[in-house]
């Protein structure tokens, strides 16, 4: 599973409230990205990084905004949380040296 | 026009037939992966090729870079493949592309 750990992993949140989604690697890998999968559109990328303080948006990143302080956490916030960013939110990583990419297990989020 | 196009979207395939999922891409590419979803879990990275053809098990990957276009082949279907099977290429922008999904069902 390359050490990603994704928290929370269910989450159950009113429309307008904030909402932080935590990635968690433990092999310092440089890459990290946020995907949201959705019915009919596949995973589609919200934000990646490239390294600490190093970010940079996604197809999808209207709404959402990341952090990365230590190379092992990669957040993301939903400021104002809207009931279209309902989504299954995974997690990846990037071996430095190869393209392939390790998920994490996934967070389930539902915005009432 | 989505720049990977999977095929067939939904599969339905009785144990042991022969099954291949198509992906055809628009952009240059330096490599294609093929990733595996269980119904509720997690995502699985299958094969990552950039050339020819990859062999794990009963599954087998292969790429025509000329042509844009990739299968992944399954022998001897059981019902345990049944999953979702996603196509997604790599244009060396560290970002991946990814196709909607084939969602297979092999039934006994």
């Known amino acids: 599973d390359a050490g990603i750990t994704q928290s929370p992993r269910h989450k159950v949140t009113e429309t307008g409230t904030p909402v932080t989604l935590r990635c968690h690697q433990t092999?310092?890998?440089?890459?990290m990205y946020w995907y949201r999968q959705d019915p009919g559109h596949g995973l589609r990328l919200i934000h990646y990084?490239?390294?600490?303080?190093?970010?940079d948006k996604g197809e999808v990143s209207d709404g959402y905004s990341v952090s990365r302080s230590k190379t092992e956490d990669f957040l993301l916030t939903l400021e104002s949380a809207t009931s279209s960013q309902t989504s299954v939110y995974f997690c990846?990583?990037?071996?430095?040296?190869?393209?392939?990419?390790?998920f994490g297990p996934g967070t389930r989020l539902t915005v009432l | 026009k989505n720049e990977v196009e999977q095929s067939p979207q939904n599969l339905t395939a009785q144990e042991g037939e022969f099954i291949t999922i198509n992906c055809s891409y628009s952009?240059?590419?330096?490599?294609l992966h093929w990733l595996q979803q269980h119904p509720g879990g997690g995502i699985v990275s299958l094969f990552m090729?950039?050339?020819g053809k990859k062999k794990h098990g009963r599954l087998i990957a292969t790429i025509n870079i000329q042509e844009k276009h990739s299968s992944l082949h399954i022998t001897a279907s059981h019902p345990r493949d049944s999953a979702v099977y996603i196509c997604?290429?790599?244009?060396?922008?560290?970002?991946?592309?990814f196709g909607t999904g084939t969602l297979l069902a092999v039934q006994p």
């Open positions: 952009v240059g590419i330096s490599a």
């Open positions: 990846a990583i990037r071996f430095d040296r190869a393209y392939e990419q390790f």
């Open positions: 090729l950039s050339s």
């Open positions: 990084s490239y390294g600490v303080k190093d970010t």
């Open positions: 092999e310092n890998h440089r890459y």
């Open positions: 997604a290429v790599d244009g060396a922008t560290n970002k991946l592309i």
